[in-house]
């Protein structure tokens, strides 16, 4: 049995093994063997500790223009959260690396702040098959028989926007008194909240994202003032902050003050037994010391109801991807078209509560958007999607496409669709063909998905809107990805598409 050690290097020109975006660095991860791979190679799994940080690399530049030496690029595999990878290293080595790009996102990230934005540091170690999370086992399987080197089990690797983040505070102070920061040396402090509905009698828990970008953190945290004018239809006494604390509460708002580069509030909705009329609850940065507001990223509301009925009819909210909170059509004889817009994203508010009061969030490539439908037996219905501005895939070209299922109410697929499906009645093109114009825009003569259904019994039925590899059951040469409509977050995306889409439903 190999004993295996890991190491890695980054292309940054500092002794820092730092991958800064702004500066394009590589970085190089390196497995070595004290004895050959074995017949069929040997396939080696790395974790973190840090959610999504291995999309902070640029996966889809791998994908396409692999830079290996001993290792089989096409086995490259993330786990569940993208917290990890696994490898296959080929039979007979007694090494082997790869190099890839760091990534270089927008700034703020609206995916998920806590690791795309800013300095993260992820210690990446090497696990056996034993320590594979019970949460990643559908991802990382048939991981090899091998021991760790303790002297080479993980490395740490630093991620920074740009090489300012990675200076260290200072130990000692300035002789001379600071001058005033210049904007562009102020922190940047962002907001972003989800879900977009709050339903008091289920008691949802909204989410508050707060990030940090252009800086460090000061010693003691950092106070960010919010202006929150409906605080008091919120439950304060089961408030929860990840990150930080709530330094003062106030008439109309209250104070945060931040410890971590992304801070995460939890604030229920209180059921005060009065009917919402149309409610919203905003939530705002203040101006205060030692910051500046992004903008664009500012602010967030929440609509506030009584129940799930009282969510108007059209309207989309997540999470969607499984029965109990799919989105009711409510067609009837009377009103027998519906039509919906989602995306099939990440959103902080796309997550479930666990019984431990930890949270399960829906990750773009896991996201599936589900709506229920009441049919008579012999009904038909006809499902188009839209595609709109925003559909990617950052490792395939198919992945603008997605796939349209309809599924009974034991989960069973009945009909399903996903590439090269015709085109609807009033379209010229079927899905994967004349997909967007020149200048990149949506061509409207573009169907991204059509089927039509007939109902063998009265009953209730599911339409699942997803990636086109998780819509059917058919593999297209990988592994089978098709989502169960009972599990959360089990959309199996391992292309990562992710997008806008319109549905409309006859």
Do not use: C, W
């Not at 069929?40 to 999309?55: A, F, T």
């Not at 909210?317 to 009837?332: C, L």
């Not at 009265?458 to 058919?474: H, K, M, P």
């Amino acid at each position: 049995m190999p004993q295996v050690s890991l190491s890695t290097s980054t292309s940054f020109d500092n002794d820092l093994n730092a991958l800064v975006e702004d500066q394009g660095t590589a970085l190089t991860i390196r497995f070595d063997l004290d004895e050959p791979a074995p017949e069929g190679g040997l396939n080696v799994y790395v974790d973190s500790e840090v959610e999504q940080i291995i999309n902070r690399l640029d996966l889809p530049g791998f994908t396409a223009s692999p830079t290996v030496e001993n290792i089989d690029p096409t086995s490259f595999v993330t786990n569940f959260d993208n917290s990890g990878f696994a490898l296959t290293i080929v039979a007979g080595a007694t090494f082997g690396t790869f190099t890839i790009d760091v990534f270089d996102n927008p700034e703020p990230d609206t995916f998920l702040p806590a690791t795309f934005d800013g300095r993260v540091e992820a210690a990446l170690s090497l696990r056996t098959q034993t320590e594979v999370d019970p949460a990643d086992q559908n991802d990382i399987t048939e991981v090899g028989d091998y021991t760790i080197d303790p002297n080479g089990a993980g490395s740490t690797v630093i991620f920074a926007d740009e090489a300012s983040q990675l200076t260290n505070t200072p130990t000692e102070p300035p002789v001379e008194p600071p001058t005033e920061p210049s904007p562009s040396d102020t922190l940047q402090v962002s907001l972003f909240t989800g879900p977009d509905y709050l339903i008091e009698d289920e008691s949802t828990v909204s989410a508050h994202a707060f990030n940090v970008t252009n800086g460090i953190i000061p010693e003691g945290g950092l106070i960010v003032s919010v202006d929150a004018p409906n605080l008091s239809e919120f439950d304060l006494d089961s408030i929860s902050v990840e990150g930080g604390e709530i330094a003062a509460v106030r008439n109309g708002g209250f104070d945060l003050r931040m410890t971590e580069y992304t801070t995460l509030v939890n604030l229920a909705i209180t059921d005060d037994g009065e009917t919402e009329t149309g409610e919203t609850a905003s939530f705002s940065l203040a101006a205060g010391d030692g910051y500046e507001i992004v903008e664009d990223y500012s602010a967030g509301s929440f609509e506030l109801v009584d129940t799930r009925a009282d969510i108007p009819r059209g309207v989309v909210t997540e999470p969607n991807d499984v029965v109990a909170v799919a989105t009711d059509t409510q067609i009837t004889p009377e009103n027998p078209s519906f039509f919906g817009s989602d995306s099939v994203y990440f959103g902080i508010g796309n997550r479930y509560l666990n019984e431990d009061g930890t949270y399960t969030y829906v990750d773009y490539n896991d996201d599936v958007d589900l709506y229920q439908v009441k049919l008579k037996a012999g009904d038909t219905i006809a499902v188009e999607v839209f595609e709109v501005e925003g559909n990617h895939d950052v490792n395939d070209t198919h992945g603008s496409i997605p796939g349209a299922a309809i599924f009974d109410t034991e989960g069973n697929r009945l009909i399903a669709s996903g590439l090269f499906t015709p085109a609807a009645p009033d379209k010229l093109f079927g899905s994967g063909v004349g997909a967007f114009n020149e200048d990149g825009t949506v061509n409207e003569s573009h169907t991204a998905n059509y089927i039509e259904f007939t109902a063998p019994e009265d009953s209730v039925y599911y339409v699942g809107v997803s990636s086109y590899l998780s819509a059917t059951e058919i593999s297209y040469g990988t592994e089978n990805q098709a989502y169960d409509i009972n599990v959360p977050g089990s959309g199996g995306n391992k292309h990562e598409a992710y997008g806008n889409n319109e549905v409309a439903i006859d």
